[in-house]
Structure formats: C-alpha cells, structure tokens
C-alpha cells in the first residue's frame, strides 16, 4: 500500500487529545493506577495476539510510522470502516481472527461436534482458543495459552490491591486476579457490582464476542482504568430508581420481564485515562453495560459505565459537527453533550430490561 492510501485511510480519524490530570490524586492513589496501567498493558498482549497475530509482528518489526499508527487502531491489518479489508498484504480477514485455525468453518466445527459430542463444551466455551491436532480439535482455555501475560497482569493486579484504600475495591481486584487464572468471573463479577460508588474501578476481563465471526462465542480481553467523576455520577442516580418501573412497563408477560426490583443497577460516570485490548483499539465505546453473564443479571443485575472524557470527545468532533451540517442552525443549537449522555443512558438501560433467556413453545 503506497504512503497515499494509508494517509487517505489516516484522514478518517481524528486524533484527539485525552488529557489525564492527576490533582485530584495523592502519591498513593497515583503508584496504584500505575499498577493498573501495567496490567492492562499486559492485556493488550493477549489481545493483538487474539486479534491478529501477524499485526502485532508487523507492529513490531516496521519502521513506517504511518502504518504502525493505522495497526495501532485497528489492532489489526484490517480496516474497521472499510468491510474490513487489508490495508496492508493482500490476505482478508479470517473470521476467526487469532481464535480459531485459519480456514475451519462453524460447519466444520457443528460436523465435529455431531461426531463428538463430548467436545461441545470445550469448543463452544466463551474462554477457550480452538486448535487442530490432525484431524483432531480441541478447545484450549485461555489461562493456558495466555499464561505467560497472565501471570505478570495478575502481579501487577494484586499490587494494585495493595496499595488502595478501598477494601472492597481491593478485594475485588485481588479476585479478579484469581478469576483471570481460571478462566472463571462469576465471583469476581458478583464483587463487581457490589461496589459502592468507587473513586477508582477498572473493566478488565474477556468480556465482549465482537472479534468472533466463527461461533460468536469467544470473547476477547478487554481493560479500562477508571477514575470516577462525582458530580456526574450523582446526577445519573436519579435514574436508578426507575429502571424496576421501566421493566415492569415493558408489554410482555410477567414472565417475560423478571422483576428488577431489589437488584443493583449502578450507573458510574467515569473518566478513563486508559484503555487496553478491545476497549482501546477500533471502534471507541462511550459507555458499556457489564457483565454480559445472564447469571449475573437474574442474581444482581448490570453495571452501566459511561467514559465521560470519550463521551466528550465524541460530542466535540461527531455529534456537534454533524448536527451543523444537517440540521437547521437552531436545531442544531440544541444538540449538546447533556442530551447525548441520556441517549446514551437510556441505551444501556435498556441493554438490561426484558427477558434474559427466549422461552421455545
């Protein structure tokens, strides 16, 4: 690709700054989002290695400034934003990325199973890297093929544990530390929502199927430090009271809306002054509503977290621009970053109503 093309695709992004200011922190509190820092870099190296392998080695190994900086984007060869089609070599994307052998199929793997049913569970596991031994196939767990970035993510995790002054907010990372070593969150997950209006809290695990387009299952490593902004997150908690009535409203049979009242919906306004894995590269989330495990949502319900600095972001150099372009010049001088945010509350509210499970007549 000629410096031309990756300059035209480089036009479409825009860079922006994300200033972190560390004022409001003391000595202690900085050393632990350090830590935090460190452990989500550890993450990103499992990620570039279950996105795309052969662009993490490109990274690596190229001098072209332009190139590594489209790499560092897409966390991949392939452009988000254009079918994801090379943009660099000529291989397409393989749908499995780095989680499945390059060309199996999930006719393949549905074959496979029928023929070995007892395989289901490994291969159809949300944290399990399939491989082929011959004619064989395996799922391998994560903590095995990762082990080597796991192990120093964890240090790394239980450093930071100890240098907090929220027990809670310690004890959680310290499970979260064991849960990345088995392969297991529903403790931690449990911990995760229990947290009482933290001033520091961190999405880290292998939440989110986006890089799957095999199975749809496997999830990859995603991680942001998070620094709560207070003033925000007391506006929202208004809304918290509503969402049992919100899920009561819905048209559906009683057993279709399961009820919320009694469950924790914390909604967290917070600045994230890093991002690892799939929160950091592609496409820029503004908010997200986790865990994903229905367990979780029957038992406890969701957290709802809002990235107030990229929620700016997007306001100041999408939303605002856009609605100049398009709307009428006083239609437009309503559009502001208030009324954004609660479109975006009201999405990831939603993202937790309704049934958890399709019922089969």
Request: hydrophobic content about 40%; charged content about 30%.
């Given at each position: 690709?000629t410096?031309h ?11 922006v ?10 000595p202690r509190?900085?050393r ?18 279950q996105?795309?392998?052969?662009a ?10 332009k ?8 966390g ?11 943009f ?11 989680l ?6 999930r006719?393949q793997i549905?074959?496979y ?10 291969l159809y596991?949300?944290?399990t890297?399939?491989?082929r ?5 395996a ?7 990762y082990?080597?970035?796991?192990e ?13 002054d ?6 959680f ?5 064991d ?15 229990d947290?009482?209006a ?7 695990a292998?939440?989110?199927?986006y890089?799957d387009?095999?199975?749809g ?12 902004n207070d ?9 918290q ?29 917070m ?7 799939d ?13 994903n495990d229905?367990?979780i ?13 990229f929620?700016?972001?997007r ?11 398009l ?11 208030e009324?954004?945010l609660?479109?975006?509350?009201l ?10 499970f399709a019922?089969?007549?």
């Amino acid at each position: 690709m000629t410096g031309h093309d990756l300059d035209r695709r480089l036009a479409k992004w825009q860079p922006v700054k994300m200033p972190f200011d560390a004022s409001g922190l003391n000595p202690r509190e900085l050393r632990m989002v350090e830590k935090l820092v460190e452990a989500s870099q550890w993450l990103d190296c499992i990620f570039w290695r279950q996105s795309d392998p052969e662009a993490l080695a490109l990274f690596k190994s190229s001098t072209d400034t332009k190139l590594r900086r489209l790499l560092m984007i897409h966390g991949s060869r392939f452009d988000l934003i254009d079918e994801h089609r090379p943009f660099t070599g000529t291989e397409p994307m393989p749908p499995g990325r780095g989680l499945y052998p390059k060309g199996l199929t999930r006719e393949q793997i549905e074959e496979y199973v029928k023929q070995h049913p007892g395989k289901k569970e490994e291969l159809y596991s949300t944290h399990t890297v399939i491989e082929r031994h011959g004619d064989e196939l395996a799922g391998r767990p994560y903590h095995e093929v990762y082990k080597a970035f796991l192990e120093p993510m964890t240090k790394a995790l239980c450093e930071a544990a100890a240098l907090s002054d929220d027990e809670a907010f310690a004890e959680f990372l310290r499970k979260r530390a064991d849960a990345l070593l088995v392969d297991d969150y529903y403790q931690s997950d449990l911990l995760w929502i229990d947290l009482k209006a933290p001033k520091f809290d961190v999405v880290f695990a292998p939440y989110e199927t986006y890089l799957d387009d095999v199975l749809g299952v496997k999830a990859s490593y995603g991680a942001a430090v998070l620094i709560r902004n207070d003033a925000e997150s007391k506006r929202l908690a208004e809304y918290q009271q509503y969402v049992p009535d919100i899920q009561d409203a819905l048209p559906l049979p009683a057993e279709d809306r399961p009820s919320k009242r009694g469950h924790v919906t914390p909604m967290e306004v917070m600045d994230a002054p890093f991002r690892a894995g799939d929160l950091r590269h592609g496409y820029q989330a503004v908010a997200c509503n986790l865990p994903n495990d229905p367990r979780i949502h029957q038992e406890k319900g969701s957290k709802k977290i809002f990235f107030k600095n990229f929620m700016d972001a997007r306001v100041e150099y999408v939303v605002l621009p856009i609605a100049k372009k398009l709307m009428r010049e006083d239609q437009a001088a309503k559009a502001s970053g208030e009324g954004y945010l609660a479109d975006v509350l009201l999405h990831e509210i939603s993202h937790g109503l309704g049934p958890a499970f399709a019922r089969r007549g």
